[in-house]
């Protein structure tokens, strides 16, 4: 593939270690809030850092979406994501918007939009973008030509973005996923067919299927932008 023209603190360890048992998971993601809100407290009363104050937040509302708390999560991750878009920060931002659709509330859709934007078009962690990009995946029907949109820029970024063992990760992860969708799509199951499925969904080539998930983030997304993509594309480095 050429070269790539750009367009445009997970959960605590304790919970991860108990998801064999729903009860010590709870317990151990409400422990966690507390110690988190009760922090977030402290900052806020002594006036602390704007930027540990966002990331405690963010922290924040990914417990509550663990704890299916996503009415409670969303003001506060929003609050995260607005504050890590007034520094340039995107990843986090990105980041917050995956936290944002994971709360299943009625702009979440609008919110994957936003974070998949943010994450094509700024050069960020290749994981998060295709974690991003397989929501798309799991939210369209069998024969959407937008999940196999979505799979198409996943292996693409998983080969651009990504270096030694972390490329042949990912690199294998989205050809699954991509073979998957295929399957799905339109019962794909031979490399010959494959190859044909992606010469007539154009899928080989970047340059129009790049311009296909910005359909894809419009829809998503419904003019409802929280920033300026025109502005944040111009304090882009490559764009100097």
Same mark, same amino acid.
């Given at each position: 593939? $050429? ?17 064999? *048992? ?8 409400? %422990?966690?809030?507390?110690?988190? !809100? ?7 009363? %002594?006036? @602390? ?16 979406? @663990? &704890? ?35 709360? *299943? ?27 991003? &990009? ?11 030509? @937008?999940?196999? /949109? ?9 080969? !651009?973005? %990504? ?7 990912? /690199? ?28 007539? =969904?154009?899928? $080989?080539?970047?340059? $129009? ?5 910005? *359909?894809?983030?419009? /829809? ?11 502005? =944040? ?5 490559? *764009?100097?």
């Amino acid at each position: 593939m $050429k070269q790539f023209d750009p367009f445009f603190t997970r959960l605590p360890d304790t919970a991860a270690d108990s998801v064999m *048992n729903p009860g010590i998971e709870a317990a151990a993601l409400e %422990s966690h809030l507390q110690v988190l !809100v009760e922090h977030l407290h402290e900052l806020e009363r %002594s006036d @602390g850092s704007a930027q540990r104050i966002a990331d405690l937040r963010l922290q924040i509302a990914r417990t509550l979406v @663990g &704890l299916e708390r996503g009415d409670e999560a969303w003001p506060i991750g929003r609050a995260a994501f607005d504050h890590f878009m007034a520094f340039d920060q995107f990843e986090l931002a990105a980041d917050a918007c995956d936290v944002l659709f994971q709360a *299943n509330q009625p702009d979440s859709l609008i919110a994957l939009g936003q974070g998949i934007w943010l994450s094509v078009t700024c050069p960020i962690d290749p994981e998060l973008t295709i974690e991003l &990009l397989s929501h798309v995946i799991d939210e369209t029907p069998d024969d959407s030509d @937008g999940a196999a /949109v979505a799979a198409a820029t996943a292996l693409f970024l998983a080969d !651009v973005r %990504s270096h030694d063992r972390q490329r042949e990760d990912l /690199v294998f992860f989205t050809t699954q996923l991509l073979g998957t969708v295929a399957r799905r799509h339109d019962g794909i199951e031979t490399p010959a067919q494959m190859d044909a499925w992606m010469d007539r =969904l154009e899928l $080989k080539e970047p340059e $129009k299927f790049l311009v296909r998930l910005r *359909n894809v983030v419009d /829809v998503l997304v419904q003019d409802d932008w929280w920033f300026d993509r025109d502005a =944040l594309q111009a304090r882009l480095p490559f *764009n100097q």
